[in-house]
């Protein structure tokens, strides 16, 4: 049995863990249409990153500079490992779009899955296949099968491609496994991965092959492999009919990508996890990958790099967090807007009133963005009573304590909070922490990052303003590749690079009449040495009334400027590695 496969799983048994019936009623879906007074579909983009905004846009992020369909395949498979790694099955595992959104791990059955739902995106069939203990997936493109497999970290080419070698398919392993796995393939004994042979980590004349493609990387070994026997379940399996050879997706609950705000409202993701701010029903321990010691990425010339940054922030890959904000300015009266409905409320002196004295009034704010809450806190002084509903406003439930209502949003992509007043409501802050996975937010890269900007109706800003920031620590290496490689150092394992301890902040400000709209964001190395991808903090959309401030900066924050001897130096685009000759 291979190494990391943790359960033996039959078709029927795979299904089940998808189904997970062990786990609560499904999350509420995220909102199809923003409410009224909301700024819909705020999109912030840098133009280097995946566009993971749907699928469609995934996939033509990653394959954009691909010249053949093995490229496309592979670059696929490379957005794979960058937004996913092994764990058990998450909620949801059939809506590809949440699960790399809010989740981004999995089992065999599940990875093949959400990668199968991509290649259909290039108008490609799969073919899922296994064997005892594994279950995998074989793509189909140029009248042939082609095996990629992001769970083990493993494909294999044949030179019999129309480019003169394609990517093999399983049967293609099984019946020649000498000639395409064991003379071809060489396992590094210093680095424990599994490199081509003709495409190894190594300094030759005098340069070094610094993106060879590793394989193999979690600790699964190479003798194992021409043992498999592709004996699985039948092509029919899981959302493939059998009879169209069609590849289904089912019903995603109408889950969107959209970022909808009003006034008053920021939405700020980062890269890093909170303690106890994860979602995953039935789990006694957080996400995490099961495999210790980033030992997927510290070899990765590609993907690997662009999660360098955090080898040593946290043991292993796990979740992200970020923060759904409701603070309206009540310095004037632009916030009422905001509000999903209003009885007996007016603006009076810096303050929400009740407009006829000696009733109760009360306000309605929703709180929704794509991903799921995991923590609520709030605060609204000279409030009488706040109430929660997760189900638009049909059933609510009384909020006796603000500072933390965590279980009544857990797993929820939308709530409304009514609150209700008999004197004047002078303050109003309420916090929801949501679940991201850091692998799918929108990074930056070093060199220029053009980001781009837009809303599905700039009039929907009116008088407001949106204001984005992006906030990131630079970095740099001191060492070459090829010093890197004499000295047996991984490729991505912070080996002679260090970041910043200042952040650093590029704040934008756009009008209805400046969007849509774009900026580049240079992240500058200094000359003489060698670029790496910045430490990413934050990336934050708020919609303000024009006088209001956004929110805070971290205490020391820096602009970006060039310094006298800092250069724009780039890497490769990390998802064709793999794809071209070795360098």
């Given amino acids: 049995m291979l190494k990391h496969v943790l359960v033996v799983v039959s078709s029927l048994a795979v299904t089940a863990a998808v189904a997970l019936a062990e786990q609560p009623a499904k999350p509420g879906a995220a909102a199809a249409v923003a409410p009224p007074g909301q700024v819909a579909r705020i999109k912030v983009q840098p133009d280097k990153a995946p566009d993971c905004s749907t699928l469609k846009a995934m996939v033509e992020s990653v394959t954009r500079d691909c010249k053949t369909n093995d490229a496309k395949a592979i670059a696929v498979y490379n957005f794979m490992m960058l937004t996913h790694y092994h764990r058990a099955y998450p909620p949801d595992v059939e809506n590809a779009l949440k699960e790399i959104n809010n989740f981004g791990w999995s089992l065999c059955g599940g990875l093949r899955y959400i990668q199968g739902v991509l290649y259909r995106e290039l108008g490609w069939n799969c073919r899922f296949v296994g064997w005892p203990g594994h279950n995998t997936m074989e793509v189909i493109y140029d009248d042939r099968h082609h095996y990629l497999d992001v769970f083990l970290k493993f494909y294999a080419w044949m030179p019999d491609g129309k480019g003169g070698q394609t990517i093999a398919g399983e049967y293609d392993l099984k019946a020649q496994p000498k000639e395409l796995l064991q003379d071809p393939f060489i396992f590094d004994q210093a680095r424990k991965v599994v490199y081509a042979k003709n495409d190894q980590y190594a300094v030759i004349n005098g340069k070094a092959n610094w993106r060879a493609h590793d394989f193999l990387s979690c600790g699964d070994t190479l003798d194992k492999m021409p043992k498999l026997s592709p004996n699985g379940p039948p092509d029919g399996w899981m959302n493939v009919d059998p009879a169209t050879g069609k590849f289904t997706i089912p019903d995603t609950h109408n889950y969107n990508l959209d970022v909808n705000l009003a006034p008053g409202t920021a939405l700020t993701n980062t890269w890093d996890p909170m303690p106890d701010a994860w979602f995953w029903p039935g789990s006694k321990e957080p996400p995490g990958h099961t495999c210790p010691g980033h030992k997927d990425t510290r070899n990765n010339p590609g993907y690997g790099l662009v999660l360098e940054p955090y080898v040593n922030s946290k043991p292993v890959r796990s979740y992200g967090n970020g923060i759904l904000t409701f603070a309206p300015d009540f310095s004037n009266d632009a916030f009422l807007k905001s509000f999903v409905s209003t009885d007996n409320a007016k603006y009076a002196d810096g303050s929400l009133a009740p407009a006829e004295a000696g009733k109760p009034a009360s306000v309605v704010f929703q709180l929704a963005s794509p991903y799921l809450m995991t923590k609520a806190s709030g605060e609204a002084a000279g409030a009488a009573t706040c109430e929660l509903s997760v189900d638009d406003g049909k059933s609510w439930r009384k909020l006796s304590d603000l500072k933390t209502f965590d279980e009544a949003v857990k797993g929820r992509f939308a709530a409304q909070i009514k609150v209700t007043f008999t004197e004047a409501l002078k303050a109003l802050k309420f916090d929801m922490v949501v679940q991201n996975n850091p692998g799918a937010l929108p990074y930056l890269s070093p060199g220029k990052n053009t980001v781009s900007v837009s809303v599905a109706d700039p009039k929907a800003l009116g008088d407001n303003k949106l204001v984005v ?46 969007l849509p709209a774009s900026f580049d964001i240079d992240c500058r190395t200094p000359k003489g040495q060698y670029p790496v991808y910045p430490r990413m903090m934050f990336v934050r959309r708020e919609v303000l009334a024009r006088l209001s401030p956004p929110l805070p900066l971290p205490q020391g924050a820096v602009e970006a400027k060039a310094g006298p001897n800092d250069e724009l130096m780039s890497l490769p685009n990390p998802f064709l590695v793999g794809t071209e000759p070795p360098q």
């Avoid at 906030?471 to 001191?478: D, H, I, N, V």
């Fill in 469 to 514: 920031t992006y906030a990131y620590r630079l970095g740099a290496r001191t060492s070459s590749y090829e010093q890197l490689c004499e000295q047996g150092k991984r490729i991505a394992n912070q080996s002679d690079a260090k970041w910043s301890d200042a952040v650093t902040c590029v704040q934008k400000t756009f009008m209805a009449k400046n």
